[in-house]
């Protein structure tokens, strides 16, 4: 049997499949042939149903002529051409293969989601165009009213460009990075005789170290003081390459320059430490260290997590003053030690903190260019206007596809998390980072904080502010990188005090303590704890009486002080800021952990990669 | 009298598909059928009959194919497939059921529909 829509020829004749032909051959009166005509063109057939819906039509009006009727009363009975056309095509299409059908289909179902797509495109791009951004707050000016509201007499800036003013040009030394200081370092010789010579400018930094505060005015653009200050040292000349200053600048685009300064002249204090031991100077040697710290502390202040991690790197400079120094009797009396240990232990109220509140109002700061507002808190993404403000304050050139990415805001004005949403993760982000900042480094594997950044990345707001990465300060959980950089440097704070009390007992009895236990606690307060355990630092002396200070290190096993494979004492201690993401294990290949958290064998690549994670960590060890 | 178009659309695919029942037919042949056989009734005009066979097509209850007439000259001819047979006594036992609601309205005559009960498929 044929299938729907078939037709059997049973006829021989040669068959036309051009439906003029089939018309002509047919012989109709040309009124009526010119129905058929008509109808076959309107009805927009494919070629062979064409022909074959002629054949059709003119052998039904050869009937009606040969049955008598003429060709009006035939036209008349056939009806309106027009309807016969469209119900002739719609039954045809009906009849045609699935393939066709389902093309239809496909082509109306596309058709019908660019409709759509176009039309909620529209849509979004009016809500867009019709809504501007409330910008209610100007973050940096209200951090900078708190700085205005301290007596310039406690502000350390102006003195720092003044350091700047008489240092001159950069000592070459460290332009080219080997600012090391080491007695050891072939350039120490060089490096001693600028800090003989600059003795002045040192001083003034330590003066500076000692105001409460920085007291640097945030911007956009370079701080004119500071402009002036390296122009007059003969650092920069030129035209000033600036970018304009903006009276509510981006957060996110506010300079920070000072913090490099600070980390250049704690060097140089750490220099004059080496200087200081190798004359002899004691008092000086511990005022540096004071000083080191007093910047350190005046970047813990600031609010930004950026300006914290310089604070902890700072504090880093001064503890590896003290932990790779001979604190011998002939430069040291013991009253000075003493010293040196509560200025070390009361550093920081005894803990550094990191808080978040720069980063709160960054993100504020951004939510409030980007979204619309609602006045009761909540909005949708607009960001359109604000993406040519945003490469204005960068003083960058607008990118050829700025019109692009403009055109795109609606789409993610549809697709964004509300500003209440990215908000409320926000909030939980930050609260939860801030009691995680909270917990000692032996429970890493409690921070929840972590969870809060994976989901407030994947809510998409990190597509619509790229810069909000960076801002934060890490690719991955900021709260997990710098706590992790202070909890390394808490433990280095945690060994000196160790070494100091331990000099000041063998000042006082002749021989190293045998236990920690001996020094609680007239010579320290309490035991350090261990970073990966939480259970007291190991303490031992070794067969020769030297006394080693360590922690069991990632692999949590007491090697009694042994630093197995490639690891070296303290040096592996930096890693701290990887070993930090061991509980959650992050960048630990698969199978690393035993069932107890402890470190499985490693081979190949990974033996080296991850050789820091076994063996102990030797915190102190006198040479 | 004339049938609307909604009542037509119901009824002319029945009609179709019981002329063709009787043996096989070409278009004006339907035609010609519809109008005598209805009295006038169910007469459609080509512009309506050819789309209609089209669709019966399209749903596989009728098939065509060409054959030589007497005359000579070449017609489409039309014939119920199997689906058409069922579909056919399907649509039939519906109009019956139809026509007998109708009578107890008192819409139809009573005896228009026992002759429809009696009569032939």
Known sequence: MNGPGASVHTVRKPVHTDFNAVISVAGLPDPVAGVVRE??????????????????????????????????????DFGDVRRASSLIRAAKRRGRPVWYRAWRLALRAAATTVALTIAAYLFFAARVLVSSPNIAHNYSEELNARTRGIPESERAWPLYLEVIRRTGARPSFMERGQAAFALTDPYWDEQAAWLKSHADVLELIREAAARPVIGYMLANDIDPGLDAAMRDAGRISGPKVSTPRVEN????????????????????????????????DGSRYRSNIRAILGMARQCLGEPFIISQLVGVAITHVALERVLDARLGPEVFGEADLRDLSHEIGGFAGGRMRIDFEGERYGVLDILQRYYSDDGAGDGYFIGGEQIDALYDDFGMARPRGLPLLRAYVPVQSAIAPSRRQVQNLLDRFIETAQRDEALPPWKHHERISPLWWDRLMESGVYTLFPPLRSFLGSDKAPSVAAVAARDMVETYRAAALVKLAAELHLRRHGTWPSALDQLIPSLLPSAPLDPMTGEPMHYVLSSAGVPVLYSVGVDGVDNGGAATGEAQGRQEVRNFNWIAYFRRERGLPAGALDAQGALAPLTGADAGRFSAARGDWILWKPE | MRIEQQLMRGAGPVAILKLLHGGEMYGYELIKALDDQSEG???????????????????????????????????????????GKKRLADDIKQWRALAVAMKGLGVLPASSVESLAGGAS
């Open chain 1, 249 to 280: 600048p981006f957060m996110i685009g506010v300079l920070l320059p000072h913090l490099g300064e600070l980390r250049s002249h704690a060097r140089l204090l750490a220099g004059d430490c080496t200087l200081a031991l190798r004359e002899k």
């Open chain 1, 39 to 76: 109808t076959i063109v309107r009805a927009r057939l494919w070629r062979a149903e064409r022909a074959d819906v002629a054949r059709e039509l003119c052998a039904h009006f050869a009937d009606g002529l040969s049955a008598g009727a003429t060709a009006e009363e035939l036209i008349a």
């Open chain 2, 41 to 83: 009734v169910l007469a459609m005009g080509q512009s309506s009959l050819y789309p209609l066979l089209y669709n019966l097509e399209a749903k596989g209850l009728i098939e065509g194919f060409w054959r030589e007439a007497d005359s000579g000259r070449d017609r489409k001819y039309y014939r119920l497939t199997d689906a």
